[in-house]
C-alpha cells in the first residue's frame, strides 16, 4: 500500500491537488546511495578473495601429487615427526 501526500499550489487555488507518491519521492535516492555503497565493498571483497584464490593456486603448485601430510609440512602448516 503506497502512502501519498497531497500538494496545492496554495490554499485558495481552485485547482486539484496533485498525488505525489511518497515511495519514490523519498525512497528513491536512499537506496541508490545504499546501492553504490555496498557494491563498492563487494566490489572490493571480491577483489581480496580473488587474489587468497590466486595465491593459493600458487602456493599448490607442484604438491598435487604428494600426500597430504607432505602438503601441509611443506606448506610449513604442519611438521611431521
Known amino acids: 500500500?503506497?502512502?501519498h501526500y497531497c500538494v496545492s499550489n496554495s490554499a485558495a487555488s481552485s485547482t486539484p491537488a496533485v498525488i505525489v507518491p511518497m515511495n519514490s519521492a523519498l525512497l528513491k535516492l536512499p537506496l541508490q546511495s545504499y546501492i553504490q555503497f555496498w557494491?563498492?565493498?563487494?566490489?572490493?571483497?571480491i577483489e581480496e578473495l580473488e587474489y587468497v584464490q590466486s595465491r593459493a593456486m600458487e602456493l599448490m603448485k607442484g604438491l598435487e601429487r604428494?600426500?597430504?601430510?607432505?602438503?601441509?609440512?611443506?606448506?610449513?602448516?604442519?611438521?611431521l615427526e
Do not use: I, N, V
Open 1 to 3: 500500500m503506497a502512502s
Open 66 to 79: 604428494k600426500s597430504c601430510g607432505e602438503q601441509l609440512s611443506e606448506l610449513r602448516f604442519f611438521h
Open 39 to 45: 557494491a563498492l565493498h563487494q566490489k572490493k571483497d
